[in-house]
């Protein structure tokens, strides 16, 4: 790999359709030369200039063929399956994500939903549009309810579940953590576990939280099987990706009230599609991805693409290396 030119002469490209990546990198005094794309035809159009590119949801695997100045992809997503690592090879080109830069986030979003759920803010939103008083509520299934107490399994414990765990036991809640290597630490959970104990942890959870990266093991966990295994007071939130989710089986447990509902910020194909039965679903709450968007973001990520410029340039390991 040739060198990556001096800081003056480096072209960054930020491809996003709504994050401000060159706006920020320029108020905070980047001398770098800074580029940015927000839809195909500038992508397109502007790549071939750049040395480093910032990207997520605009990837596509056949940019390389275009791109023969490119060295760095630091991913504005903390989620890598969109991109496929031969590619990467082939061209050599480095690719990092951004794992950790939004985990103060969704920990923030899961318990957010969470905590909407058993205070059904959802229904109160919903109900205020209608000009509807519910009221308080005699029957106890309609009525609002603590968390504290409550058993919530937490899906991955990264730097997002561990934090989600953190808030979770602030809230005096029992966690059981789940992980690909639970040899890797609790994370403060009550008790950790292997993907391969969730048919026997179900039945204990009122929440299942997922903020795991979609892997092999992980698509299709959440089925028609697990679900069944949930009691039907309990409660899907899933913020890692769709496709953990068989939405299919998610849509006919959520139809016949095998489980209480779900909150998702992820769905199999986004934007969910109109027809989806998701949307008009009276215990299925959606946020559109969104559980990661603050207005620290475009800054978080930064600090991580110039820390893995400098490591480029020193043969150092990137940070959150994937290629």
């Given at each position: ?230 009691k039907p007071s309990a409660w899907v939130v ?86």
């Amino acid at each position: 790999m040739s060198p990556l030119p001096e800081d003056k002469d480096l072209t960054v490209l930020f491809a996003h359709v709504a994050y401000q990546g060159a706006a920020r990198a320029q108020a905070r005094g980047l001398s770098h030369r800074l580029l940015s794309a927000t839809n195909r035809e500038e992508l397109d159009r502007l790549i071939p200039e750049a040395d480093v590119l910032v990207v997520s949801g605009m990837w596509r695997n056949d940019l390389p063929k275009i791109a023969p100045r490119l060295k760095l992809v630091q991913s504005y997503s903390a989620g890598t399956d969109q991109y496929d690592r031969a590619v990467f090879r082939e061209h050599g080109i480095r690719l990092a994500s951004a794992a950790g830069a939004n985990a103060e986030a969704v920990a923030e979003h899961a318990v957010s939903l969470v905590l909407g759920i058993k205070r059904k803010l959802f229904i109160a939103r919903d109900d205020q549009h209608k000009a509807h008083w519910s009221g308080m509520k005699a029957d106890f299934a309609q009525r609002e309810d603590e968390i504290a107490g409550k058993t919530a399994i937490v899906v991955g414990m990264g730097r997002i579940g561990s934090r989600l765990i953190e808030l979770l036991k602030a809230f005096r809640m029992t966690v059981l953590g789940v992980r690909a290597n639970p040899a890797a630490g609790a994370e403060g959970a009550d008790e950790v576990h292997p993907l391969s104990a969730m048919p026997q942890l179900l039945p204990r959870a009122d929440f299942v939280v997922l903020v795991c990266p979609l892997t092999a093991e992980t698509t299709g966990l959440m089925n028609k099987a697990a679900f069944a295994a949930m009691k039907p007071s309990a409660w899907v939130v899933n913020c890692a990706r769709g496709k953990v989710c068989d939405e299919a089986d998610l849509i006919e447990a959520l139809r016949a009230r095998t489980i209480a509902g779900a909150a998702l910020d992820v769905t199999a194909v986004e934007p969910l599609p109109a027809d989806s039965p998701l949307w008009s679903l009276p215990n299925c709450f959606v946020t559109p991805h969104t559980a990661g968007e603050t207005c620290a973001y475009e800054d978080n990520v930064l600090d991580l693409m110039s820390e893995n410029i400098r490591r480029l340039r020193s043969g150092e390991p990137l940070a959150n290396q994937v290629v």
